[in-house]
């Protein structure tokens, strides 16, 4: 199976991605990375793990659709049957999303459907959240609406800035998203628009599993 992921920044889930792969862990060929800006850290990562790197420069565009088209042809030049997004902002067109829904993930840092959209670290604190986290869900067109795969919480502490707890939850990124990847690999998660399915039962709600806790099988 094919995966080509989409960045436009640091890659660190990118990063967590290419080492399970590197691992035998991963059940997918990362076959490229795509990054909507030529000046991505992340693009350092996937070249020095031999990957084959492509830019698709949103600002070379004149508005979604032209830059969704471009994408797509990037995409499906690889022959991808998986799109993976880690970090990439930006938003597509409801035709894009619906071309990729059955093969399209995304990793977010909030327990959705709390926080949705951006600074959610900032914003878990500023609201008195006790607990946060991050999300591995299907795409749709609602944004960070998809339905949710597995979910890792992580406590806020009284001490904790938006940095201390962007890195706790970071972590936890790297443990779920490769996780969740394995399952698609394997043929026991299948992507719907509006559920998705785990060993051929439909998931009432998301799997959940706390910092330091091992992973659901
Ligand atoms: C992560 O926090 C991810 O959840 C969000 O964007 C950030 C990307 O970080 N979608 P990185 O580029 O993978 O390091």
């Known amino acids: 199976m094919r995966a080509v992921v989409l960045i ?26 795509i990054s909507s800006r030529d000046d991505a850290p992340g693009l350092r990562r996937a070249a020095a793990a031999g990957c084959r790197v492509a830019v698709v420069d949103a600002t070379r565009y004149p508005g979604r659709a032209a830059f969704d088209a471009a994408l797509s042809e990037q995409i499906d030049a690889w022959q991808a049957d998986l799109v993976l997004l880690a970090g990439f902002l930006r938003i597509f067109t409801d035709d894009f999303v619906i071309r990729y829904q059955n093969r399209m993930l995304n ?20 609201e008195g959240h006790t607990e946060h986290g991050c999300s591995v869900h299907a795409v749709t067109p609602e944004l960070d609406g998809g339905p949710v795969i597995l979910q890792a919480r992580v406590a806020v502490r009284a001490e904790d800035d938006e940095q201390t707890l962007a890195e706790r939850v970071l972590r936890q990124e790297h443990r779920i998203y490769p996780h969740v990847v394995r399952w698609f690999a394997d043929g026991r998660l299948q992507l719907n628009p509006d559920s998705v399915i785990l060993d051929g039962k439909p998931l009432a709600r998301p799997l959940q599993v706390r910092a330091g806790d091992p992973l659901p099988d």
Not at 8 to 24: M, Y
Not at 107 to 126: D, E, F, K, V
């Open 8 to 33: 436009s920044g640091r890659g660190s889930n990118l990063q967590a991605l290419l080492a399970a792969q590197r691992g035998g862990e991963l059940g997918v060929k990362i076959v490229g990375v």
């Open 107 to 126: 990793i977010h840092p909030s327990l959705l459907p709390a926080l949705r959209g951006l600074h959610t670290h900032r914003r878990a604190i500023a």
